[in-house]
C-alpha cells in the first residue's frame, strides 16, 4: 500500500524505530487506515466547445483562463454558404407573405373571377324566374325555359366551382408562407451557429483555434469548465477497492502546495474496472479550503478507512509475509502467527495472537 506523507502520533512513535534494533513490544496508539490514491484536479460541467456550422473564424473573443458567463459569445464564423442559404429563405418568405396580401395577382384574379361569376349567377337567376312566368303565361315555349333553366345552374355551379378555387388557392399560399417561414427559421437557426456561445458559467482552459482558420462541423474550439466548481478523480487499485464507501474522508496533497494537505470526501463509486492499470475510478469532492482551479493538477490521496483509538499495534517493517512475526522467548526465536486488524503503511493492529509483553525481532 503506498501513501504520501501522511503524518499521525504513531508515525513519529516510529520515526525512531529501525529495523534490526533491539526485540521490541506490541503498543497501544491510535491507528488510521487508509488507502492510497492517485489521480487529477478537474472542473465540473467540463465541456469541449465544437462548431455545429462550417466557416471561417472571423472573431475568436477569449483567452485561455477567462471568466465566462452562460450564453457568453465565445466564437464568431463567417459562412458565405449560410448567409446565401438565408437570403434565399428570406426572400421566398416575403415573396409568400406578398401572395397573401389584398393586392395579391394570384387572390385579385380569382376574386375577380369571383364576383363576374356572381355576376352572371345573378343575370341568370333573373332571366330563369321571367322565363317561368312567361312559360305559365303560355308566352313561350318549354325549350326556351329548359334553355334559361340551364343556363342559371351552369351560372351556379361556375360560381361555387370559382369560390373553392379561391379557397383551396388561399390555403395553398398560407402553407407555402408558413412552409417558407419555417425555412427561414431553420437557416436563422443554422446561421446561429456561426455565434457560438458558452452552456455553463466558468472558465477557459484551452483554446484551439485562431481567427482565420477553416471550422468545419464537429471541430473543437475550446475546453471550458465550471472555474471554481472542482474535484478530484482518483485511481483505486483493484485489491482495495472493496474498502471504498461513499462518504469517507479524503486527504489530497499536491505537489504545487508543498506539504498543505486538503479535505475531501468520496462523492461517487464508478463499478467499471480499468484494466490498463488494474484500477476503478473514485471521485471525491473538497469538503473545505479549495486549490485553484488549474485543470489536471496531479494530485496523491489516502482515502481514510477507519480511525481506531488505542488500539495494540506492531511496526509493519516486523510483519514477515502477510500475519506472521518473529518471536524471542529464553533466548530462542520463533514464527508466529497473529491475526491482523486495521493497518496503515507504518502500523498493523493485532487482534489476537500476541500481547504487549511478547518480545518481536526484525526477520533481517
Known amino acids: 500500500m503506498k501513501t504520501f506523507l501522511y503524518i499521525t502520533a504513531a508515525t513519529l512513535a516510529l520515526a525512531a524505530c529501525k529495523r534490526g534494533s533491539e526485540a521490541i513490544t506490541p503498543t497501544y496508539k491510535d491507528l488510521t487506515e487508509a488507502v492510497y490514491a492517485s489521480g487529477s484536479v478537474y472542473p465540473r460541467n467540463e465541456y469541449t466547445v465544437t462548431a455545429d456550422a462550417q466557416g471561417v473564424l472571423r472573431q475568436?473573443?477569449?483567452?485561455?483562463?477567462d471568466s465566462i458567463r452562460r450564453n457568453q459569445l465565445l466564437f464568431v464564423l463567417e459562412s458565405a454558404t449560410e448567409d446565401a442559404r438565408r437570403q434565399a429563405a428570406a426572400n421566398v418568405y416575403r415573396q409568400s407573405q406578398a401572395n397573401l396580401r389584398g393586392s395579391s395577382p394570384v387572390l385579385a384574379e380569382l376574386e375577380a373571377q369571383v364576383r363576374n361569376a356572381q355576376t352572371r349567377l345573378e343575370n341568370d337567376s333573373i332571366n330563369y324566374a321571367r322565363f317561368r312566368d312567361l312559360y305559365a303565361q303560355n308566352a313561350t315555349s318549354k325549350a326556351e325555359l329548359e334553355r334559361a333553366e340551364l343556363n342559371y345552374k351552369t351560372a351556379r355551379?361556375?360560381?361555387r366551382a370559382q369560390q373553392n378555387a379561391l379557397v383551396r388557392t388561399r390555403d395553398q399560399l398560407r402553407l407555402e408562407a408558413a412552409n417558407s417561414r419555417s425555412q427561414l427559421v431553420t437557416t436563422e437557426v443554422a446561421g446561429s451557429h456561426t455565434r457560438i456561445r458558452s452552456f455553463v458559467d466558468g472558465k477557459v482552459y484551452e483554446v484551439f483555434k485562431e481567427p482565420g482558420e477553416v471550422v468545419r462541423p464537429g471541430e473543437q474550439l475550446a475546453l471550458v469548465g465550471s472555474g471554481r466548481d472542482i474535484y478530484a478523480q482518483l485511481s483505486v487499485d483493484e485489491s482495495d477497492f472493496g474498502k471504498?464507501?461513499?462518504?469517507?474522508e479524503v486527504l489530497i496533497k499536491m505537489d504545487i502546495y508543498a506539504d498543505k494537505v486538503f479535505k475531501?470526501?468520496?462523492a461517487k463509486i464508478y463499478p467499471k474496472l480499468?484494466?490498463?492499470?488494474?484500477s476503478f475510478r473514485v471521485d471525491a469532492e473538497f469538503t473545505g479550503e479549495r486549490p485553484e482551479a488549474y485543470y489536471g493538477l496531479t494530485v496523491e490521496a489516502n482515502i481514510v478507512i477507519s480511525q481506531n483509538q488505542r488500539v495494540l499495534t506492531i511496526p509493519k517493517s516486523y510483519v514477515i509475509g502477510k500475519?506472521?512475526?518473529l518471536v524471542e522467548e529464553d533466548g530462542k526465536q520463533r514464527k508466529v502467527r497473529f491475526t491482523k486488524g486495521a493497518e496503515n503503511f507504518d502500523l498493523v493492529e493485532v487482534k489476537s495472537g500476541l500481547t504487549e509483553q511478547t518480545k518481536i525481532v526484525s526477520a533481517e
Open 157 to 159: 355551379n361556375t360560381l
Open 264 to 266: 475531501a470526501r468520496v
Open 323 to 325: 500475519d506472521s512475526v
Open 274 to 278: 480499468n484494466r490498463a492499470d488494474q
Open 60 to 65: 475568436r473573443l477569449v483567452n485561455e483562463g
Open 244 to 248: 471504498i464507501r461513499v462518504g469517507q
